[in-house]
Each structure stands twice: as structure tokens, then as C-alpha cells.
């Protein structure tokens, strides 16, 4: 089927590393719908915590961002940024999702600055809660769009640490949580080795090609030992997408394919 | 009983206390309220070098930049959500105009709140100096021999601007929906000025003393400003002007546009009273929330 979009392919995948029962660390965006699309599926019990200080809600529309009243509509609780927070320094986080400019294949990430840091290039928005999240949830998530200038060899700046420098090296800096498991991009999905800690190709989207993967990523990366076709999604899961998640397209794009 | 002195101050005497030079930390969370009406009045009014010891304060951090009287920002994010990063503010950052220093969320709120607690230091468990600066972070072993931490050191703003839903005019502080840092913000900095929706009685504060954020003894001013927190919102009274953040944010992608519309919306505008005139009262009324979503319906994505 050709019916189904980059953006639907990430969501839905995003969506499935959620188990139920998970107390999952959202950001805006995809990982929103994604938790929205699993708390309606195979998650009904995952309890979402937001920076802004929302915890467990039911809303009925889509937010604009995780500071949004839409989210706080049918919450068990409101607070503020340093009890959301500090949720994940207590272990209380099985999983976390983040976006950013660019990953290297340790699967750190900068969302910092594009040159120099003193004089910037470009200035972007900064850690935010990402650092925390990457430091001490469980286990994180990237989602990312392939790009040769964002999936390069080094960050320019290390805002959140993936595996830093290899195996070993996160428990040697005295991370608590495990570090990357996926990172989901337009074209496939990828992981992480688990000796080596390098980043590999472990799913296609139906069309994309290894080589086309290989293509838009500036670092060499090899594919999984079984590399896997990821299956189309089940109507049941586009229909939630289009028409009560992101009725209007405004996280989930449809034309993209 | 001796009378306790009313701290209710007119918004321009509340902004008068913000120095040249000072640093300032500020509340709210992506669109929501943030203390921009008291951020007009201080551009209004003209400062110079400030210093923003802020966490998520993105609007503030924005009108203060365009308006160039910052100096050095302490932050852990600014982006505004559904639209992109600060626009001017991230130009002076490229053009070395203003100084920063990056931390993650957790590890920015710990500065602050070691200033809170007197402490000298806060240990937190992520290595919050990713880019490791002795003055910020250090990794220390327990005195216990139960582990190591990341010891981040105490910073401690002159002034912490709030904007809130309503307090009486002893300066008991209360906010419906999220708090931001606000707690934290308020226990640091040397004079806390907030600003609310409402000015109630104290009896109204003692009937429902949960809804307390900030009790009196932590505040020094309290400022009445209705809607001062537009263009972003206030849970429970009026949404985030979509619209005119919109508005904002196209003029904001050029120097001379932003000049523009901050003459017209700051500088063109003896006041806060002209401003609320000047957006409409059918406009500010079409921003009531719907008291049982907590938010305005029809404002869709834009």
C-alpha cells in the first residue's frame, strides 16, 4: 500500500516502543501522537509525564506543546517542571523521546548550537529536558529524519549523551539510565549494536533500500544481522491517526510516502 | 491585630525596581503565563545588561533580546512551541551581542533552587555540565560512600518576575493549572514581584489555602494586571492569542519588522490599559477559556 506516509510509518513505530504500563517522559510533536496512538491501542495503562508538570491526562484534542491546557484537561495531577523532572532522577521513567539536530553513531545528540559555541553558526533551542531524559530514563527514543547533516560522524556540541564513546562508557560516567534503544527515522528503523554500541540499520520502510539508508547518514552503518521489512500499519491504527488523533495533519503528515 | 501594609503597586513602580545590570528569572512555560505585560513595561521603561537566570521563560527571554537589553542568559531551553526557535534572541546569541550558558532543565532549576535553600551546592544525579565547566558542575563523591553525584552551584537572580491568577494585597499567590519553576524562582531571588489576573480577599486565599503557590512571606510586590500575560495564556481565564503570537513571530524573522511591532505594541503605548485598548475587548473576550476544557475550544493549530 502506498497509502501510508513517512510521517504515519514514524508514529506508528514510535508508538510500539511504548509497553503498556510505562510511565513515558512526551515531548511535543510525534511523540505525542505516538502516545496518544498507544494510550488508544496496546497501552491503555501508560501513565505520560510532561515537563511542563502534567502528569497521567485524558485530553480530548490534540496540544499544540507540552505546555498547552489541552493536556492538563482530565490530568491526575499539576506541578511544576522540578517535580516532572525529578520523577526521572527517581527512576520513575521507563522511557523518554527526543528530537534533535544532530546524531552521531552512539547515538548522541545535539540540540545546542551549529559551530562554535561562543558564536554560534545557528543557535538552537537548547537541552530542555532532554539531557535529564537521555541521562536517567530507562531507556530513550530518537526521532529523527535521515539527513547526511544531521546523522554525522561527531556532534558539535554533546547536549545529551547516547553511548558517548562506546561500550562502557556511560556506566563510567556514572549514567543511571541505559541509553538509546531506537532511533526512528522517515525511511527505516534503526538501533543499536549491542556490543558495540554503533548504531545499525534493523528495519525498512516498505520501499526504502539499505543503500538508500546508508545514502542519507554521513557515518558508515551496517544493518542488523536479520534486517526486517516493517509491515504495514492495520487500518484500525491509520484510521485512529487521521481521524481522532492528528484529524488535521498538524504533527502526522499524509502526503510524504 | 496591627494592619500588615498592602504590597499592591502600580505595574510601572513594580518594573522602577529592576535595575540596570540586574539579573532577573521570570515564570511560565512555553505559552503559558509568562509575565509579558510587566516585560513591556520594562522595555517601555528601557534597561540595559540584564541578566536572565531563566529554564523555559521563552517570551520574556524573546521581547527582552529584540529590545537589546540583554547582556548574559542562563537557560536550559528556549523554542516556541509550534512555531520555531526565538528569533532574536538566537540572532544576538550568533552575533555575540548576548552571553550564554547552557543547562538542561533539571540541572538549571537546581541552581536555582540551591540559591532557595541556602545551600552552596545541589547534587543531582545527570551529568548536567555536559560541557564540563568547573563553575557549574563538578562530580563529587558521597561523604556517606553511597555513590557519586554532580554538584551544581547556587545561582541567585536580584528579582523573579511572576505573573499568577490571583492574590490577595498581602501578597498570598495562587495559580490554577501548572507552576513552571515558579516555587523554585520565588525562594531565589532577593525581591519577588508578581503580577496576577485578580486581586481577591484574604478570605477568599484561607477558603481554599491548597491553591497557595506562593504564601505572603514570600513576595514583595503584588501588581494587578488583567491579561497580563497576553499573548501567552492564564489556565482557567483566558488561552494564548495564537493570532497574535503568529503575528510576532513572522516580524521577528527581521530586525526592522521587529522594530516595527514593538513600537507599535510597547513603545506606541503609554501603558498596559492602552495595549488591553488597542487589542479589543471582543478579542481579549474571544480568549475566555471554556471553564469545563480549561482551555478555548476553537483555537485550532496554526
Redesign the interface.
Known amino acids: 500500500m502506498t497509502d501510508v506516509s513517512r510521517d504515519e510509518y514514524m508514529a506508528v513505530a514510535a508508538s510500539r516502543e511504548i509497553r503498556d504500563g510505562d510511565t513515558a517522559f512526551i515531548g511535543?510533536g510525534l511523540p505525542m501522537v505516538a502516545a496518544y496512538l498507544a494510550k488508544a491501542t496496546h497501552a491503555p495503562r501508560v501513565n505520560l509525564v510532561f515537563?511542563?508538570?502534567?502528569i497521567d491526562p485524558q485530553p480530548?484534542?490534540?496540544a499544540?506543546?507540552?505546555?498547552?491546557?489541552?493536556l492538563?484537561?482530565g490530568s491526575t495531577k499539576?506541578?511544576?517542571?522540578?517535580y516532572a523532572?525529578?520523577l526521572?532522577?527517581q527512576a520513575k521513567v521507563d522511557i523518554g523521546f527526543l528530537g534533535t539536530a544532530e546524531i552521531d553513531p552512539y547515538g548522541n545528540l545535539n540540540s545546542?548550537v551549529i559551530g562554535p559555541?561562543?558564536?554560534?553558526?545557528?543557535?538552537?533551542?537548547?537541552?530542555?529536558?532532554?539531557?535529564?531524559i537521555a541521562?536517567?530514563a530507562k531507556r530513550f527514543v530518537v526521532i529523527a529524519r535521515l539527513d547526511r547533516k544531521r546523522f554525522v560522524e561527531k556532534v558539535q556540541?554533546?547536549?545529551?549523551?547516547g553511548f558517548l564513546t562506546g561500550p562502557g562508557a556511560r556506566e563510567a560516567?556514572?549514567?543511571?539510565g541505559a541509553g538509546p534503544v531506537r532511533v526512528i527515522s522517515d525511511r527505516a528503523i534503526l538501533g543499536f549494536d549491542p556490543a558495540s554500541r554503533r548504531m545499525r540499520v534493523e528495519r525498512l520502510y516498505p520501499g526504502a533500500t539499505l543503500a538508500e539508508v546508508q545514502e542519507h547518514i554521513a557515518f558508515p552503518i551496517d544493518a542488523a544481522p536479520t534486517l526486517e521489512i516493517e509491515p504495514e500499519p492495520d487500518l484500525h491504527l491509520l484510521r485512529l491517526l487521521r481521524d481522532v488523533i492528528d484529524p488535521?495533519g498538524?504533527y502526522v503528515g499524509r502526503d510524504e510516502r | 491585630m496591627a494592619q500588615t501594609p498592602s504590597k499592591l503597586v502600580s505595574l510601572a513602580e513594580a518594573a522602577q525596581s529592576v535595575a540596570s545590570g540586574a539579573s532577573l528569572t521570570a515564570g511560565g512555560f512555553a505559552h503559558s503565563h509568562q509575565p509579558l505585560a510587566f516585560t513591556r513595561e520594562l522595555v517601555r521603561q528601557g534597561r540595559s545588561q540584564l541578566t536572565l537566570m531563566s529554564v523555559a521563560e521563552c517570551w520574556v527571554a524573546e521581547f527582552l533580546a529584540a529590545a537589546g537589553m540583554l547582556e548574559k542568559v542562563y537557560f536550559s531551553n528556549f523554542m516556541f512551541e509550534g512555531y520555531g526557535r526565538c528569533q532574536r534572541f538566537s540572532k544576538a546569541v550568533e552575533a555575540g551581542t548576548i552571553a550564554v550558558e547552557d543547562h538542561s532543565h533539571f540541572g538549571m532549576v537546581s541552581r536555582l533552587m540551591a540559591a532557595g535553600l541556602g545551600l552552596p551546592f545541589m547534587p543531582i544525579l545527570a551529568v548536567s555540565g555536559f560541557e564540563p565547566a568547573a563553575h557549574k558542575a563538578k562530580r563529587l563523591d558521597s561523604p556517606f560512600g553511597n555513590g557519586v553525584v554532580t554538584a551544581v552551584s547556587p545561582l541567585k537572580p536580584d528579582v523573579a518576575v511572576i505573573h499568577a491568577a490571583r492574590a490577595d494585597r498581602l501578597g498570598n499567590v495562587q495559580l490554577f493549572g501548572t507552576t513552571s519553576v515558579i516555587e523554585e524562582q520565588a525562594r531565589t531571588a532577593a525581591q519577588v514581584i508578581v503580577t496576577v489576573e485578580e486581586i481577591v480577599e484574604t478570605d477568599v486565599i484561607r477558603r481554599q489555602p491548597e491553591l497557595t503557590l506562593l504564601p505572603a512571606l514570600m513576595v514583595d510586590m503584588v501588581v494587578h494586571v488583567p491579561y497580563g500575560a497576553h499573548p501567552t495564556g492564564v489556565y482557567g481565564y483566558y488561552d494564548h492569542d495564537a493570532p497574535h503570537l503568529a503575528d510576532y513571530y513572522a516580524a521577528s524573522r527581521s530586525e526592522t519588522d521587529t522594530a516595527a511591532w514593538l513600537d507599535r505594541w510597547v513603545h506606541g503605548l503609554p501603558d498596559h490599559f492602552a495595549y488591553l485598548d488597542t487589542l479589543t475587548i471582543s478579542r481579549l473576550l474571544r480568549l475566555r477559556v471554556d471553564p469545563a476544557l480549561g482551555y478555548l475550544h476553537e483555537v485550532r493549530h496554526d
Do not use: C, K, W
Open positions: 511535543t515537563e511542563s508538570g502534567i480530548v484534542d490534540l499544540t506543546g507540552v505546555g498547552d491546557y489541552r492538563v484537561h499539576v506541578a511544576g517542571t522540578f523532572l525529578s526521572l532522577q545546542t559555541y561562543d558564536r554560534p553558526r545557528v543557535r538552537l533551542p537548547g537541552s530542555g529536558g532532554a539531557n535529564d541521562s536517567m556540541y554533546l547536549t545529551t549523551p560516567a556514572g549514567l543511571p488535521d498538524v
